[in-house]
């Protein structure tokens, strides 16, 4: 009789195998000293535009999109970005940022973000996290956004989101944001 392995034993090893997984993800002191450096108030101001993919689990495309991107500031350093996304399959999206200064960086909040995320930056990097709720079939489904941004010139940025539904990757957007 060939011995079976404990249902217990089975879960302890995945859990650890997921916390190990974690613990391989960047940091923003990885970026600490890359340049060209990101601040976002200077490279967010003025007109942008991106352009796109959103890939499904298995890293296959499944829709490309360009944007427009509106970007202005206060005197008391909020943030307002007013996004348009055009997908190739004729949908349109809408969705204003207001980024609020916080002691640990910016309070990243929008319509459709149902847990606001802080954004975080060092070096040439950016990192923020948060759920956004997202269409799908006949009704909605909340997504967590693992969103990392890299400055790879002055006026062209990098911008890659991990989606994940209860801890399991889902899908990816990878885009080009650039100053006009």
Known sequence: MKPQAHPTLILWVLASL???AGCASPSLEDYRNRQPVLVPDQFFTGELSARGVVKDFSGEVIRTFDADI?????????GTLDEVFRFDDGEVQTRTW???PV???YRAEAGDVVEPGLMQWQGNAIHMNYVLRVP??????DVRMDDWMYLVTPDTLINET??????????EIVLVIQKK
């Open 18 to 20: 997921l916390m190990l």
């Open 70 to 78: 509106s970007a202005s500031w206060t005197d008391e350093g909020v």
């Open 98 to 100: 207001t980024l609020t």
């Open 103 to 105: 002691a640990e960086g």
């Open 136 to 141: 799908y079939g006949d009704g909605t489904l």
């Open 162 to 171: 991990t989606m994940s539904k209860w801890g399991i990757d889902v899908g």
